[in-house]
């Protein structure tokens, strides 16, 4: 019952969300551009209208109920089109991300736990926490030049060749990688000494079984508790690891629908892409919405009795 009431309420905080994000999206963002002096200087400025505001919302929701879709592209494609495309290719880092995350920060975190009672070593945990204290898009820019000069052999742009989305997953893995490495050292510190250790040590078990048969497995709760900051971790990384390696996939593409450069500059020709803006944003809530209803599904199976 109370797995059900925790499903419930992340339902009800994803359809807010999802209000939030369209009404903020759907804000009016046109700048007034007046001419001043005989300089003809342009001057920028902005004022709400309601009026705007209220026609950007009906004119979306126009769309969605008797044009079947969230509006158009600066391509004049409906947006449906590219949200499936670009999804698609960031589903595959995202994905293959989310797996060498949990499968290698679990075993780097083991290796960590041994690490501290061993004393210094430049590939356990000192490494860790040197590695987690750097900036993650100062990381991922260091990898991306040590390839290019150290590694050219390796295609690591474009987004063409059915390999192109295994080293966007490792760079876009790199940070939360870590954070599940520091996780999984801690958790199994918690568990070290503890009585039903000595008890299974004493019944002649090896070292390593009792760490895969009993520590780790008391360990998995803290660990699959994470999963959600986990993938929050992953698609904070996806922009700027798309946008460096030229992947065009879901982040890069909603980052061009913003159309930064000229929001910021006051752009009299601003192209709006909110549809696709909305679709893109929907879809990366659905990806966090389903890590959340896994969680809750899993740390059931894990957790302590």
């Not at 059915?162 to 490495?181: E, G, K, N, T």
């Not at 360990?219 to 929050?232: D, E, K």
């Not at 971790?233 to 159309?259: K, P, W």
Request: with cysteine.
């Amino acid at each position: 019952m109370l797995i059900t009431w925790k499903i419930m309420k992340s339902i009800l905080f994803f359809l807010l969300v999802s209000i939030l994000l369209i009404l903020a999206v759907l804000f009016p963002r046109s700048p007034d551009i007046a001419v001043q002096g005989r300089a003809m200087t342009l001057e920028y400025g902005y004022e709400f209208s309601w009026e705007a505001y209220k026609h950007n919302i009906s004119m979306f929701l126009h769309d969605v109920k008797e044009n079947k879709t969230l509006g158009f592209t600066r391509y004049n494609n409906p947006a449906e089109e590219e949200i499936w495309l670009h999804m698609a290719r960031s589903l595959k880092v995202i994905l293959a991300a989310f797996f060498i995350t949990l499968t290698f920060g679990v075993l780097k975190g083991i290796y960590d736990f041994y690490d501290r009672w061993s004393g210094w070593n430049v590939f356990g945990k000192g490494m860790t926490w040197l590695l987690q204290s750097i900036p993650d898009f100062f990381l991922i820019i260091c990898l991306q030049w040590l390839i290019i000069f150290y590694l050219p052999f390796i295609r690591i742009f474009g987004h063409d060749h059915w390999y192109s989305f295994i080293l966007p997953a490792f760079l876009v893995s790199m940070y939360p990688m870590l954070y599940i490495a520091r996780i999984t050292s801690a958790s199994l510190g918690s568990e070290k000494g503890k009585p039903y250790i000595q008890v299974a040590r004493s019944k002649g078990l090896s070292k390593e079984k009792v760490l895969w048969k009993h520590m780790l497995r008391n360990s998995l709760y803290p660990i699959f508790s994470n999963l959600t900051a986990m993938m929050l971790y992953l698609l904070s990384n996806l922009l700027i690891v798309e946008y460096l390696l030229d992947y065009r996939g879901a982040a890069y593409r909603m980052f061009q629908a913003f159309d930064v450069s000229k929001a910021i500059s006051g752009g009299m020709n601003l192209i709006n892409e909110s549809g696709l803006i909305i679709g893109f944003g929907l879809c990366f809530m659905i990806i966090v919405f389903i890590s959340q209803i896994i969680t809750l599904l899993v740390i059931k199976k894990v957790e302590p009795r």
